[in-house]
């Protein structure tokens, strides 16, 4: 597995570092607001469970996975409810935690169906922002690394459903996709 990392991104000290951030200003933003913390599955469970543990205020927790990629490394613009949520988020303050915004069609897709439910508010926290790949204007609220157009894994992100447990950051060699 480690063999087919042709470079280290980002390291599991500096993700670490970064998450902990996020959680010092989550945790002030939601001071007596007991937010429900959504997890966008399956790329996002990592980040979600590193990030909550510096959340420091009361907080619920859901998960909900979505399909987008099937296999491939590009975005069909198709969202697929895999797992809804398990309870109403009418009225609630609702955080998004999501792996990383490319196109932004999958998370514009869930904000509008929040919204539809009557979330109280939505906002969002991705741990990767790629810029350069969006096709619809959005900003996520809380971002942790903006990374430029390459496709990264590990650290929860998966290329054909591998390489999810590396604890790092890293690009793939060309040929393990066209192998
Ligand atoms: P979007 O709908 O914004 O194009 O893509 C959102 C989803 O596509 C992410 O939540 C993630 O699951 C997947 N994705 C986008 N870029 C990458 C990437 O560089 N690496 C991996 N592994 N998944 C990505
Ligand atoms: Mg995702
Ligand atoms: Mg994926």
Redesign the pocket.
């Known amino acids: 597995m480690q063999n087919d990392i042709q470079e280290v991104l980002i390291s599991e000290e500096e993700l670490q570092a970064k998450i902990k951030e996020l959680g010092q200003k989550l945790s002030s933003e939601y001071e007596g607001r007991d937010p429900l913390v959504i997890c966008?599955l399956?790329?996002?469970f990592i980040f979600m469970a590193d990030l909550v543990k510096n959340i420091t205020v009361p907080i619920e927790l859901d998960f909900m996975a979505?399909s987008?990629?099937g296999a491939s490394?590009?975005?069909s613009?198709v969202?697929k409810i895999i797992k809804d949520l398990d309870q109403s988020v009418e009225g609630r303050d609702v955080l998004i935690v999501?792996?990383?915004?490319?196109?932004?069609?999958?998370?514009?897709?869930l904000i509008k169906l929040l919204e539809d439910r009557k979330a109280k508010t939505v906002s969002v926290v991705?741990l990767?922002d790629?810029p350069s790949?969006?096709?619809v204007e959005?900003t996520a609220d809380y971002t942790g690394f903006v990374?430029p157009d390459?496709?990264?894994?590990?650290y929860g992100?998966?290329?054909a459903e591998h390489?999810r447990n590396l604890p790092y950051i890293g690009i793939l060699k060309p040929e393990i996709y066209s192998s």
């Open positions: 966008v399956k790329g996002a979505v987008s990629y490394t590009k975005s613009g969202v999501e792996d990383i915004i490319d196109s932004g069609l999958t998370l514009s897709y991705t990767f790629k790949g969006r096709t959005l990374i390459a496709f990264i894994v590990g992100l998966d290329y390489y």
